[in-house]
């Protein structure tokens, strides 16, 4: 009876270490997952920095013939429309936070990485992450939102400061919700792995003692 039980312990204690390899390849999934989705937010955080920062400061002017009174004089003005600088100079703005973010994100996920979570940390990990993608949907949605309200607005007041601000963050807002759907999906599709592996997969193991959930 003695040799069986101990037995017993020796193939539990195989399937927990078994089990905690495959929880530290869900952990690798999941962080994986969340760093390649920061990688794309730093790249279009950059990406609308340089343009931004271009179409407000960088597109130098020109020379244009003006009348006054009777005569004809030339005159420097700028390169692009009020309107399109106002709008790079939103876009700017908007990827200096979305390139912190993703910085900040980046950082944050990979300091999990190589840690040694338990099943429980791992599934709060997990929820953390999918919640922290469906409230951002909720607030991309209120992003679009503002931005048409502020290119009607500007399209009925003449005013070219709002319709180039308001396009500008109907167009961050569009992208965002985009990004977080997609990867609310991704996260939620990891999420619904770990649980049916944890679903399957009982045997607990934390680096000390093994240990067995029977379902009443």
Do not use: C
Request: proline fraction near 1%; hydrophobic fraction near 40%; charge should be positive.
């Amino acid at each position: 009876m003695k040799k069986t039980f101990t037995l017993a312990l020796i193939v539990l204690s195989f399937h927990a270490f078994a089990q905690k390899d495959s929880l530290k390849a869900y952990n690798m999934a999941r962080v994986n997952t969340t760093s390649h989705g920061m990688e794309v937010l730093g790249g279009w955080g950059l990406i609308n920095l340089g343009t931004g920062g271009y179409l407000n400061w960088g597109t130098g002017t020109k020379t244009v013939t003006v009348t006054i009174g009777d005569n004809q004089v030339p005159a420097r003005v700028s390169s692009v429309s009020q309107e399109l600088k106002y709008f790079g100079q939103m876009n700017a703005v908007w990827g200096g936070v979305d390139f912190l973010t993703a910085l900040l994100g980046y950082s944050g996920t990979q300091r999990l990485k190589n840690k040694n979570l338990s099943a429980a940390e791992i599934l709060k990990q997990q929820e953390r992450i999918e919640k922290i993608f469906k409230i951002n949907m909720y607030l991309d949605v209120v992003y679009v939102g503002a931005g048409v309200y502020l290119k009607l607005a500007g399209d009925s007041r003449n005013s070219v400061m709002m319709k180039g601000y308001g396009e500008s963050i109907l167009m961050q807002g569009g992208f965002l919700l985009i990004f977080d759907a997609l990867m609310y999906r991704a996260e939620k599709n990891n999420g619904n792995k770990l649980a049916h592996f944890l679903e399957k997969h009982p045997v607990t193991f934390d680096g000390r003692r093994v240990g067995i959930i029977f379902n009443m």
